[in-house]
């Protein structure tokens, strides 16, 4: 009986999905009918959320058949489909299945912090519905996406997955993307959920204290506009405030997003984050912090196994009542409701022309244009080029973070782009952006001789970007930086393009470059983007949407700062300073006497090839 509900309310979904009001009485009504037949081990299996990675296709199949899993993340396919289908069989209630989609699935876009330098909305939207069809082209119907941290530290290698420093433009991108996954019945999640980007130090998974005033200010209104949009799920961070951790934290999870709020989706932990609740500190053991999580108002668990291991035993103790186990398990079902399911695999192809071609354009329009002198555009009359640099023919590391489903061979390098444009040698200078190996620079100054002008395509490996990849350094690598100083020496122009996962402190190599393009991991196309820019096919218009300090010692730097009481009112010059003297001509004002209080470059910058100039609005 319960199989055939089931499989009427996914068919309807399925055909109508996002039509229907949130949750429409008829669902509701058999939801709470269905809730009414459940046992509590079924409820509590819906609560539980489990990585396909950590077991065997046998335990999987075995635990679905169990109906010990609402919901299983990183399995696609037909893995996914022979799941779906034990899971109707067995418990007559369909599983969601998930996955971390942040910035594509095989086609893969720039990272969001690329994508938001854009700032062109129309093209987030469009490049998240291709995505999303993507996603559930593989059985997949629930992604940990859209990430709306607001950011202030580049040291913290998440970064790449924010939308940058400001609170409005984080909200509209989310927006956006959340809209491009509702158009083709892909649940999203509002992550993480909240002020993760507030780490002291720029460090992963530490410690934040964030004031109500601020986290209304700036940190809680993405989350609010992604709520308003229909965004099905909500992600616990990992991150304490004010002394505790989101996954017990009552006041944010229930008093702000549930009473506030009113949002009746799922509240679904960070990964293994309940069981962390221990090592906190604000939990005895994984027990308490069950109790903890689920009285907050965590919904599922994500692979700590604390609500499968614990929630009957703390019923039965009176520690928590049923009742709220019933409404976390009323809001998973609501979710499976209305994402549905693809019925059977798609035999459409990925890497479409129309996600390839968006692809290369929202490369290019991500790239910011942080310097020219004349070098560029470049042209067929530009000669000879000099292709080199650790990211100049590497296509895993400008597909950038999060790209779990990356597949060799779909994509073009810069290398390959140029070659497309015009005569190239190619000596990469470096094997990758740590190499510390100079032994083959000579190789690239060798070749730089025979060339006419040094395309230099420096950065980041990928795996220095995002989780837990926080840098106390965040210069570009120092053989990175020898190799451009023995270029500088051959007297060649260089066109410097950084392909990183955060903004670099890159002051120094500013003079030994002629034209820097700031172009992030730009994707499967970001050759083919960062191409068009360099010559000149696309009129680079990027606008950098977190500032690049001129040193680390500047962070946190971003352009809406308080003003402080003494707000300074000339650069220093610590040279200035009078020997022996006390007081020192900058006056006592906020700033840092060696690194002054202006960035490298502010938020909003990026130049373009044509020349403009802002004045007072005209009425003709
Ligand atoms: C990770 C991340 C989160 C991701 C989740 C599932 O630790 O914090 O962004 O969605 O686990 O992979």
Redesign the pocket.
């Given at each position: 009986m319960k199989s055939k509900v089931w499989i009427a309310l996914l068919c309807a979904a399925f055909l109508c999905i996002n039509c229907t009001p949130k949750h429409s009485d008829p669902a509701q009504a058999r939801i709470d009918s269905l809730l009414k037949t459940m046992t509590i081990q079924q409820k509590i299996g819906q609560l539980n959320q489990l990585n396909a990675k950590c077991m065997s296709r046998e335990q999987l199949i075995e635990k679905v058949q169990r109906g010990e899993a609402g919901c299983i993340?990183n399995v696609s396919d037909s893995l996914a489909y022979v799941l779906q289908q034990q899971a109707l069989r067995y418990t007559g209630i369909p599983l969601l299945i998930a996955r971390?989609m942040i910035h594509g699935y095989h086609t893969l876009f720039p990272i969001p912090l690329g994508q938001a330098c854009s700032w062109d909305t129309a093209l987030v939207r469009e490049a998240a519905r291709l995505s999303a069809r993507e996603t559930r082209r593989h059985g997949i119907g629930w992604t940990?996406s859209p990430m709306v941290d607001v950011v202030r530290d580049p040291r913290w290698g998440r970064v790449a997955e924010s939308y940058g420093e400001d609170t409005y433009l984080t909200s509209v991108m989310g927006e956006q993307v959340v809209r491009g996954y509702q158009m083709e019945g892909l649940a999203a999640t509002a992550?993480?959920y909240v002020g993760y980007g507030a780490a002291e130090g720029g460090r992963d998974y530490n410690t934040t204290w964030i004031p109500e005033v601020q986290l209304r200010n700036t940190y809680l209104l993405p989350f609010y506009r992604l709520i308003k949009c229909g965004c099905e799920a909500v992600?616990a961070s990992?991150n304490e405030v004010q002394g505790m951790p989101l996954s017990a934290n009552k006041h944010l999870l229930h008093d702000i997003l549930r009473d506030e709020w009113k949002f009746d989706g799922v509240i679904d932990s960070?990964?293994g984050a309940i069981e962390q609740l221990v090592k906190h500190g604000v939990a005895a053991d994984k027990k308490e912090a069950t109790r903890l999580a689920i009285r907050a108002g965590v919904d599922m668990d994500?692979e700590s196994h604390a609500y499968k291991k614990y929630l009957k035993e703390l019923i039965d103790e009176g520690a928590i009542r049923e009742a709220d186990v019933d409404s976390a398990v009323k809001r998973v079902l609501q979710m499976k409701e209305r994402v549905g399911l693809p019925l059977q695999p798609s035999v459409e192809e990925d890497y479409s022309a129309e996600a390839m071609e968006l692809a290369g354009r929202l490369a290019a329009e991500s790239a910011v244009l942080l310097k020219n002198n004349g070098l560029l555009p470049l042209s067929k009359q530009s000669g000879k080029v000099l292709v080199t640099g650790p990211l100049a023919d590497s296509e895993g590391d400008q597909v950038g973070c999060w790209s779990p489903d990356y597949e060799a061979g779909h994509g073009i390098t810069p290398l390959q782009a140029m070659q497309q444009r015009g005569r190239v040698v190619y000596s990469p200078g470096l094997r990758y952006s740590r190499d510390r190996n100079t032994r083959i620079i000579r190789d690239a100054v060798k070749a730089a001789y025979q060339a006419d002008v040094i395309a230099y395509f420096a950065g980041e490996e990928q795996l220095l970007s995002g989780?837990a990849q926080s840098l106390a350094d965040i210069r570009l690598r120092e053989g990175q930086r020898q190799l451009l100083h023995a270029l500088h020496e051959t007297g060649k122009p260089i066109v410097l393009v950084i392909m990183a996962g955060r903004p670099l402190t890159i002051e120094d190599e500013m003079a030994y470059a002629d034209a820097v393009v700031y172009a992030y991991h730009g994707g499967t196309m970001a050759g083919e983007g960062i191409a068009r820019v360099l010559y000149g096919e696309t009129n680079p218009c990027g606008k950098l949407t977190m500032t690049i300090p001129r040193h680390v010692g500047q962070v946190p730097i971003y352009y809406n700062h308080t003003n402080t009481g003494r707000p300074a009112r000339q650069e220093p010059d610590i040279q200035a300073i009078p020997v022996g003297t006390k007081a020192h001509p900058a006056g006592a004002f906020s700033f840092y006497l060696d690194y002054g209080t202006k960035p490298l470059f502010p938020f909003g910058y990026g130049l373009s090839y044509t020349t403009y100039e802002y004045g007072s609005p005209v009425v003709r």
């Open positions: 993340m971390d940990f992550k993480h992600m990992f960070d990964y994500m989780e």
